[in-house]
């Protein structure tokens, strides 16, 4: 039986930003005891999640979107970290970035040409962030006001340049789990 992959539009990260975020996890995991990191090479900023589609559909969605998303470059800042799910036990530990217009107004675009096509979206508000570990895996409580600010260790926010966006598709079997399908850079 093939293995079927999941496809997602995201934001790329630059690689000095991954190796940023890496050297802040490497640094921090023994105060946030999550069960499963996130490998370097897998972080972005998800778009729209596609699920499973069928080629046809893919291929119409790739063909769609390069004539369509030809948005401009913009700059993104490393915010803070943070957590979905049960206070006391998250299930997701992720950093954010700051408020972007210009991110929003793409993922809407994204978003709506995704609708447009037919595809079955979550339909919970846009909250971009980048996952950094899954699952509290301690018998303490996780404390809220551990989470902080992501900074140099100048006490800077990282601000840095989106120049593409990418159809990513998943391997969950293999490490890293996310290859680019399809690439959309920005002008």
């Known amino acids: 039986m093939a293995i079927k992959h999941h496809y997602f539009f995201a934001v790329k990260l630059p690689n000095e930003v991954k190796s940023f975020l890496n050297e802040w996890v490497q640094k921090n995991k023994k105060t946030f005891p999550f069960k499963r990191w996130v490998h370097e090479q897998d972080y972005h900023i998800t778009l729209a999640f596609l699920g499973n589609v069928e080629k046809e559909l893919l291929s119409q969605t790739v063909?769609?979107?390069?004539?369509?998303?030809?948005?401009?470059?913009?700059?993104?800042?490393?915010?803070?970290?943070?957590?979905?799910?049960?206070?006391?036990?998250?299930?997701?530990?992720?950093?954010d970035v700051e408020h972007s217009a210009e991110l929003n107004n793409i993922q809407s675009f994204v978003y709506n040409h995704c609708l447009d096509l037919g595809f079955e979206l979550d339909k919970k508000p846009f909250r971009p962030h980048i996952t950094l570990a899954r699952k509290w895996?301690?018998?303490?409580?996780?404390?809220?006001?551990?989470?902080?600010?992501?900074?140099?260790?100048?006490?800077?926010k990282l601000t840095f340049t989106v120049n593409e966006i990418i159809l990513y598709e998943s391997h969950i079997e293999e490490t890293p789990k996310y290859k680019e399908f399809a690439s959309f850079p920005l002008h």
């Open 63 to 95: 063909k769609s979107a390069k004539v369509l998303l030809k948005g401009q470059r913009f700059s993104l800042t490393l915010n803070k970290i943070g957590t979905f799910g049960a206070v006391k036990s998250p299930r997701i530990f992720w950093a």
């Open 137 to 156: 895996d301690s018998e303490q409580p996780f404390h809220q006001d551990s989470l902080t600010f992501i900074t140099t260790e100048d006490g800077e």
